[in-house]
């Protein structure tokens, strides 16, 4: 079966701009979760997302916000880009809490 | 605050050998505890997961062991192959309150032919 898949894979944006980021879970999963990664910060939770609501949300500022459509794919989006957003952002899909998480390949974004 | 940790950033094995990988944390309330490995360029693939109330979990060539009153965990890979080359994190998932899923910050393996 389909994997998660994360699109676009790369992406260059310059401070100030927003960017939107997809993500298709495996089919069947409801449960998504967005994480960001950084050298040395490891994986930092973002939010997670179930049946079209926000369940659970990090420790980020409000310029990342996220939403889940009825076929459980999910976009997040960050606006007001900071050379400190750059990283690999990573999304996951669960059958629900407490599963093993199965990752997409992650959307690298730039900022410039 | 970082609540699950990895204090070794790199390790390598022999081949054949086993590998040792180590996690500690901090809040006694985590329900599940969970090991990813990540190749270069690749989202982490779930390896194997352990839940409280257990002290160990075996999958094939990798085992998971929990020492709750240590509060540390360990992932044991016997035997190493050079395909296990990767990085390695260690997740807890707290349930009950506030949801948790935090992961350590990655143990590089590298297993030598």
């Known amino acids: 079966k389909a994997g998660v898949t994360q699109t676009p894979r790369y992406l260059i944006k310059t401070r100030g701009q927003q960017v939107t980021l997809s993500c298709s879970p495996i089919?069947?999963?409801?449960?998504v979760s967005w994480y960001q990664q950084t050298p040395g910060q490891g994986l930092q939770f973002l939010f997670e997302?179930?049946?079209?609501?926000?369940?659970n949300k990090g420790n980020f500022p409000g310029r990342f916000s996220g939403r889940q459509f009825s076929n459980s794919r999910s976009e997040m989006n960050v606006s007001t880009l900071e050379l400190g957003d750059s990283a690999l952002y990573l999304c996951a899909s669960s059958l629900d809490t407490g599963y093993g998480y199965t990752f997409g390949s992650g959307t690298r974004l730039t900022v410039v | 605050d970082q609540q699950v940790k990895q204090n070794s950033p790199s390790l390598s094995v022999q081949e054949g050998r086993i590998s040792i990988l180590n996690c500690d944390y901090t809040n006694s309330m985590f329900d599940y505890f969970l090991w990813y490995k990540k190749y270069p360029a690749e989202g982490p693939t779930f390896l194997i997961s352990?839940?409280?109330?257990?002290d160990k979990n075996e999958d094939g060539r990798f085992t998971v062991f929990l020492n709750k009153s240590a509060k540390h965990l360990s992932l044991h890979i016997v035997p190493s192959q050079p395909g296990d080359s990767a990085v390695y994190f260690c997740?807890?998932?707290?349930?009950?309150?506030?949801?948790?899923?935090?992961f350590g910050t990655g143990t590089r393996l590298k297993v030598l032919a």
């Open positions: 997740a807890a998932i707290l349930t009950s309150g506030t949801y948790k899923y935090i």
């Open positions: 997302y179930f049946s079209e609501t926000q369940r």
């Open positions: 352990i839940s409280s109330i257990k």
């Open positions: 089919s069947g999963h409801r449960s």
